[in-house]
């Protein structure tokens, strides 16, 4: 196990990025924001760059550095593939609000998804926006649907983008979809699908939910036709389960045709999911932010109602929780996280195979001042591991960049 300590000063004034690298290790380590709250939570990555997707606050000053005003807005930093900079901007038209995923086109462009927040309703809606590789706002669609939404993935799909999210509208029984979707009173969470156009205009918007809250968290395309969704759900809270990993698979118009729910005996909490050759693997969490958390994998086989594997428990001491996976090699995958507590944790990058089992030595914590977490991970063709995620202090937050080797 490694650990690499760094002390990051946040600065009074705007600071667009600062950097760290250990020439030993190719480790690479960047921050970039400014006074206020800036963070990432997803990235993905094209030909001589990266791109990572999630909040900057747009900061307002008069007579030099005098702070007059800030809104946290959806953001983009696109950078080299050292991390330095190349452009960062501002989107979400006049909301206020923060981007949850980014991926890359077929053309090259990029799509931004994730969710504003109406000064005058006080409604979140969905926002999608397309970029130019040189930054230029090609679409965006504000989605207003009754309520709040937030969006938790979206991919491309032969006639456009497939988002997934929730919402915490009320809906009636579905009697055209599987018999446990039944109503759910306002105020609780359902999963959300809303199908676009490659112009960002809507198809059509859909709601599914077992009773109470469904959080659905990593939406895939599923080896045949169709997709694949994991989540979580308290649907079983009242026969003394807390919360269960959930598993559904959806055809190409957004319907669900096999839902799911695991029954692990724990309180688990998806946070990301991988198709496999002969199944899937989910990936998450055991225990609450107050309890020992620990790494928590399912790898259910195709017949998603055949008996699912769970691999021994982890055993670490402090708290791990595990945010995203992406593949390492054929056989093995990198988890990303946090270790501690939220109000002070490092990030956390572990390697492990396809049964949910940790590889031997295969293990980076990376800390320094504040609290540190690693949102989203990707693994390139040189094998280097990139984590994008957040460094929290007592009056701001940055966005950090980490590349480094197991």
């Known amino acids: 196990m490694r650990h690499t300590y760094s002390l990051l000063l946040f600065a009074l004034a705007a600071l667009a990025a600062s950097c760290e690298r250990n020439d030993e290790t190719d480790e690479i380590l960047k921050f970039y924001g400014d006074v206020r709250d800036d963070m990432a939570y997803s990235i993905t990555e094209s030909p001589g760059a990266y791109y990572l997707c999630g909040q900057l606050t747009e900061v307002k000053r008069t007579n030099g550095n005098h702070i007059t005003g800030s809104k946290p807005r959806v953001g983009i930093v696109k950078t080299d593939l050292s991390g330095n900079m190349i452009w960062k901007k501002y989107l979400g038209d006049v909301y206020a609000g923060s981007g949850s995923k980014v991926i890359l086109l077929n053309d090259g462009s990029v799509l931004a998804a994730g969710q504003v927040t109406d000064s005058v309703s006080l409604e979140t809606d969905l926002y999608v926006a397309r970029l130019s590789s040189s930054g230029t706002l ?72 077992y009773p109470w809250n469904d959080r659905a968290v990593s939406l895939k395309a599923d080896r045949n036709d169709g997709y694949v969704v994991a989540g979580t759900t308290d649907r079983h809270a009242n026969k003394g389960r807390k919360n269960d990993f959930f598993l559904m698979r959806v055809n190409s118009v957004a319907n669900i045709t096999r839902p799911v729910i695991l029954d692990s005996k724990n309180d688990e909490f998806a946070s990301d999911l991988e198709v496999l050759d002969d199944g899937y693997l989910i990936a998450g969490t055991s225990g609450s932010e107050t309890e020992l958390r620990r790494p928590h994998f399912a790898r259910v086989p195709f017949d998603i109602y055949d008996t699912v594997y769970y691999p021994v428990q982890y055993l670490n001491t402090s708290s791990w929780t595990v945010n995203s996976i992406t593949r390492l090699t054929s056989n093995y995958f990198v988890a990303a996280g946090r270790q501690g507590q939220a109000s002070s944790a490092d990030m956390l990058f572990f390697a ?15 800390g320094s001042s504040g609290s540190q977490t690693a949102y989203d991970v990707l693994v390139d063709e040189e094998d280097f591991v990139i984590g994008a995620g957040v460094n929290s202090g007592e009056t701001n937050a940055m966005i950090t960049f980490l590349k480094f080797r197991f």
């Open 352 to 366: 492990f195979d396809e049964w949910g089992n940790m590889a031997d030595g295969k293990v980076m914590i990376h």
């Open 138 to 209: 090609e679409d965006e669609n504000v989605i207003k649907i009754d309520r709040n939404q937030a969006c938790t993935d979206i991919i491309q799909t032969p006639d456009g983008f497939l988002l997934l999210g929730t919402t915490d509208a009320a809906t009636l029984p579905d009697p055209g979809n599987p018999a446990d979707s039944v109503f759910n009173y306002a105020g609780y969470l359902d999963i959300l699908f809303v199908r676009l156009r490659n112009n960002l205009e809507v198809i059509e918007a859909k709601q599914w939910g």
